[in-house]
């Protein structure tokens, strides 16, 4: 039997934040996010999740996540004062209770496992993940001897000159018997530097207690400021380009663009520099991105070349150009073979297979048939004041430059409207429409006299 629980109840002080840490994001998902699904594939039995600090808004940003019990820390006094408030619902349960801190956010599955593996195996009453770190400075330090048995950890704070020579660190992920834990959560002092509970004593307390040492420290970066949460981001993007070329992705410039767990690609796609990709973005085979741009839960599908572009909650289908310096906002839907050139911007409307939207353009609340070819600068005034109006533009119609359509409007198939037209009205299918001042020439025109 496997009990989880996260610590997650801290207010993370050194953060010097609104939000609590553990709700500070990092690729597009949360810290406890990441933890938490850090350990899905165990299938624990039980999932605990400590909450303090702000503890709705820490359990209202995990409501979708079935199976979890929150359990509320009040006041927080230390990582140990958190597990003992396990001892209540997790009573007389029998098995082991893993136990991660809610802001270790890069630990891959497989070492949680092994972790648990090797604490079974064993038969130890503790086994934790330590690491050998360059600078370990601020975390608890691991004394132990050359089998793997722990003696005790010490914080940063409360260790000796010699003791901070140790780089063995605490990674604040551990397994332990349960019911070993319990007998001695009551024994926990406040005889620190914080004068906190902290869970790091009960290691001393039980035996015997064991560590594992993980092959790549980077897993166990702990995130307690600003600077830790810019180098964990640092490992999570490399991690994502890393997955992405090996799955056929081509990124001219790596470093300069950043993913997001969420983000999905085919194959033969080519990133070109600057390119972010956020929330659940798919980007089809044989793409061309960038280079700069952005694309947030944009579909996209084959063949695509977007340039200097923002596309987002919007699709576009295969065969599409776009940019450079388009804005694609939510509800663009276009459909194969579409080009949205120089500075156009779309919004919640469809366009045809093969229309062009090439220059200087709004395209708002719209449906627009196949082919149709709109105009430099046409713009579809589609806001009174109050409300949105629908602009209708039949399949084959071209729109002259500078033309403006006052929605609601419906223009019929293969409608040609001459350039510099304001439209107010309907036009039937076939029609030429023109809506402008006549032209007025007035020949040997004499200046006024001073
Ligand atoms: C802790 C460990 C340290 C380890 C480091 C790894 C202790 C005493 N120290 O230090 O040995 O090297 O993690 O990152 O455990 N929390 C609560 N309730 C509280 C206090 C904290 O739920 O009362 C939660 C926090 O939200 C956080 C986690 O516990 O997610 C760790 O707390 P933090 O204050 O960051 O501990 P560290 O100083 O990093
Ligand atoms: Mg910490």
């Known amino acids: 039997m496997l009990a989880v629980a996260v610590l997650a109840a ?43 600090h702000q503890a709705e808004r820490v359990e209202q940003s995990l409501s979708a996540h079935s199976g979890l019990e929150f359990v509320l820390q009040q006041p927080q006094n230390g990582t140990g004062h958190a597990v003992q408030q396990l001892l209540q619902p997790l009573g007389d349960f029998e098995g082991d209770l893993l136990v991660l801190n809610g802001d270790v956010p890069l630990l891959r599955e497989q070492t949680i496992a092994a972790l ?121 993007q490399d991690r994502l380009r890393r997955h992405w070329m090996d799955e056929g992705v081509t990124f001219v410039d790596p470093a300069s663009c ?20 956020r929330g659940s973005t798919s980007v089809g085979d044989g793409c061309r991105i960038g280079p700069g741009s952005l694309l947030e839960n944009a579909s996209v599908g084959e063949q695509v070349e977007i340039i200097y572009s923002v596309v987002r909650e919007a699709t576009v289908a295969s ?16 459909a194969e073979d579409c080009r949205v050139g120089n500075f156009v911007e779309i919004k919640k409307s469809r366009l045809g297979r093969g229309s062009k939207v090439n220059h200087l353009s709004y395209i708002g609340d719209a449906e627009l048939g196949e082919h149709v070819n709109v105009g ?20 084959g119609s071209k729109t002259g430059a500078n033309s403006v359509l006052v929605a609601p409007i419906t223009l019929g198939a293969n409608v040609t409207v001459g350039a510099g037209s304001t439209l107010t009205k309907d036009v039937p299918a076939g029609a030429l429409a023109l809506g402008r001042a006549k032209q007025l020439v007035k020949e040997n025109w004499q200046l006024p006299q001073a």
């Open 116 to 236: 648990l593996e090797r604490h079974r195996a064993s038969g130890a009453a503790v086994t934790l993940l330590s690491a050998r770190l360059d600078n370990p400075t601020g975390y608890g330090r691991v004394f132990a001897d050359g089998e793997g048995h722990v003696s005790a950890i010490v914080e940063h704070r409360d260790c000796s000159e010699a003791q901070r020579t140790n780089n063995l660190t605490n990674a604040g992920i551990y397994c332990f018997n349960w019911r070993q834990l319990a007998a001695v959560l009551p024994q926990l002092r406040t005889d620190n530097d914080q004068g906190e509970l902290y869970l790091t004593d009960t290691v001393a307390m039980l035996t015997p207690a064991m560590h594992l040492e993980v092959a790549d420290a980077d897993e166990i970066n702990g995130i307690n400021d600003r600077q830790q949460l810019a180098q964990c981001e640092a490992v999570i």
């Open 376 to 395: 430099a600068g046409t713009i579809t005034a589609n806001y009174d004041g109050f409300n949105k109006h629908r602009t209708v533009i039949g399949a």
């Open 258 to 277: 950043t993913l997001s767990d969420g983000t999905r690609f085919g194959r033969d796609v080519v990133v070109e520099p600057q390119c972010h990709f």
């Open 319 to 334: 065969g599409c150009a776009i940019g450079p310096y388009a804005q694609l906002r939510p509800g663009a839907q276009l």
């Open 10 to 52: 801290g207010k993370g002080t050194r953060m010097k934040s609104d939000l609590p840490k553990v709700l500070q994001p990092l690729a597009g998902a949360t810290l406890v996010e990441r933890v938490l699904s850090s350990c899905r594939s165990l299938d624990p039995q039980r999932q605990l999740l400590i909450v303090g």
